[in-house]
């Protein structure tokens, strides 16, 4: 079933938030290339697509809601980002600040596999592993103080408060183009509005298809939508 496919296959394999964020940000000039510039006139209730029409006018408004949306996510995603401090080092990452000495080394190579594991260090190896994990542990209370700081922000800026508002528009978008695969095309024009709601959602599956592509732009020929 085409709702399903749409469902199950094209929103993991090609959008995901950001990626959503970044394309609708793009917008118009993206939707351009993408989408037929003529738009779809008001058909009378009496045309054999007349649902398509009533459709295709509802996901158009559904797009329209999920760009405002994405515009204002981008706006509180750059607010976000200029306030958020510089990440402290990574705890596992080298500690730079602790130097391995050559007397360091010498202490090394002058241990036996049983005084290490004795714990039998000698003091320079052991002044140095004390050293390193001080360092390990401011580390790691900076990135503790990091990412708690980083959660207020997030909260403040309501990050994951508008993003899922996105999800949630994109979502319905995709719904009604589910509505629109489900209702059988009886007309060119009726093909055309399919063919176009392909083009909205950036099916990059049905786009990749050579013969699918062929077709599409028959039908648009054929519906005079291009010379």
Not at 55 to 74: D, F, G, N, P
Not at 176 to 203: S, W
Request: aromatic content about 8%.
């Amino acid at each position: 079933m085409m709702s399903g496919m749409i469902k199950a296959e094209i929103i993991p394999n090609v959008f995901s938030r950001r990626v959503l964020l970044g394309a609708f940000a793009a917008l118009p000039a993206g939707a351009a290339a993408l989408v037929v510039a003529t738009p779809i006139p008001a058909e009378p209730a009496e045309h054999p697509d007349a649902d398509l029409f009533w459709l295709y006018q509802e996901l158009e408004e559904a797009h329209a809601r999920t760009e405002r949306a994405s515009k204002v996510c981008s706006r509180a995603g750059k607010k976000y980002e200029a306030a958020l401090p510089p990440p402290p080092p990574d705890p596992n990452e080298y500690c730079e600040n602790v130097k391995w000495s050559d007397e360091v080394s010498a202490a090394w190579d002058g241990m036996t596999m049983g005084d290490y594991r004795a714990g039998r260090l000698p003091a320079a190896y052991q002044s140095y592993e004390w050293a390193k994990e001080k360092e390990i542990a401011i580390r790691r209370a900076a990135r503790d103080k990091y990412e708690t700081e980083r959660k207020e922000l997030s909260r403040k800026f309501k990050i994951n408060a508008l993003e899922k508002a996105f999800d949630d528009l994109v979502d319905e978008m995709f719904k009604v183009g589910d509505r629109i695969f489900a209702t059988p095309a009886n007309t060119l024009e009726g093909m055309v509005i399919k063919i176009r709601t392909a083009d909205r959602l950036d099916l990059k599956s049905f786009a990749g298809n050579d013969a699918f592509v062929s077709i599409a732009a028959d039908i648009r020929r054929l519906a005079g939508e291009v010379a």
